[in-house]
């Protein structure tokens, strides 16, 4: 069975009052993250040092992981229903962007999905061709989709 992995990101979106570029609208996380997170046990989550709002939430589902980098606080924790109900329910802050600057969920010490830059990437691992298709069918016109075919990769650069 093929292997792929993906990445996705914003080609256009909405300028917020701190510079970044975000998605316009989120209807795509919920149904994006519900069908992740079913497959993993942990995450971690980044933020950056000034946002105290993100890095309480944080805190309440996780434990402080030294990154050994100044400017970014992250945590690490197991995916508990209080966490999945946040993370899909009451993602945003109050600019309307994800809260946190990333988010990685992992199974078996291996990042299957990440999202990052406040939601405005996305890569996904060990996936197979329904998982594919289940990403194409939720991602909006405003994001590009690049999906990686990791035996032909495996083949052609090792």
């Known amino acids: 069975m093929k292997t792929y992995s993906i990445h996705s990101g914003l080609s256009k979106g909405r ?11 989120y209807d795509f996380w919920e149904p994006l993250v519900t069908y992740f997170i079913r497959k993993c046990t942990h995450f971690r989550i980044d933020c950056w040092i000034g946002e105290t709002t993100a890095i309480e939430r944080a805190k ?4 402080n992981l030294d990154l050994g980098v100044n400017n970014m606080k992250a945590f690490t924790g197991e995916i508990t229903d209080q966490f999945i109900s946040e993370l899909i329910h009451d993602p945003f802050d ?5 809260k946190w600057f990333s988010i990685f969920l992992i199974k078996d010490d291996r ?11 996305f890569s996904a691992s060990d996936l197979d061709e329904e998982d594919v298709e289940f990403v194409r069918s939720v991602m909006p016109v405003d994001f590009y989709l690049h999906v990686y075919d990791m035996d032909d ?3 052609t650069n090792f």
């Open 153 to 155: 990769y495996h083949e």
């Open 60 to 63: 309440v589902h996780g434990e």
């Open 15 to 25: 300028s917020i009052k701190s510079g970044w570029l975000v998605p316009a609208d």
């Open 111 to 121: 990042i299957l999905f990440s999202s990052e830059h406040y939601g405005s990437e």
């Open 94 to 98: 109050d600019e309307g962007k994800i």
